[in-house]
């Protein structure tokens, strides 16, 4: 009960070329970009960072002031159509975020659909229930309006 998986989904169509996306989303470096400032979020990885199967990239946030180092590997990977990257070490008992590619309409569906269990039991529950769900929807709405910026997304 206390070791509930949560689901995040998220769907958004851009009005661009599936290859022009997905050289976009593979690029770690981007992750900051889409990324909103108050979780501070900064790529500790060697430079470059090669995005394929198994790479590791390690990077910190911010999590109520305190810094936080995250440590993720790209457990698959299939250009132009999806990869998934999956928490190795960090601040969730497990996360898995997979991001799917579809050309659709003359442009592309992207998916982001992250499962993730907290840590901590019962009190873990009711740090999402306060805290954890809404920051997870403040980001992935950032990165929503960031990425209709970059691709010109007209609504």
Known sequence: MFDKAYILE???WIPAALERVFEFFKNPFN???ITPGWLH???NSSLPVRMEYGAEITYTIRWL????RWYTRITK???PYCFIDE???GPYRTWMHLHTFEEKNGGVLMTDRVTYRLPFGPAGCLIHRLQVRRQLEEIFNYRRDVIA??????E
Do not use: D, S
């Open 87 to 89: 928490q190795i070490k």
């Open 77 to 79: 990977y299939e250009p």
């Open 41 to 43: 979020f900064q790529i």
């Open 149 to 154: 910026n970059v691709f010109n997304v007209k």
């Open 31 to 33: 992750l900051a970009a």
């Open 65 to 68: 002031g305190i810094p936080v």
């Open 10 to 12: 998220r769907e958004q």
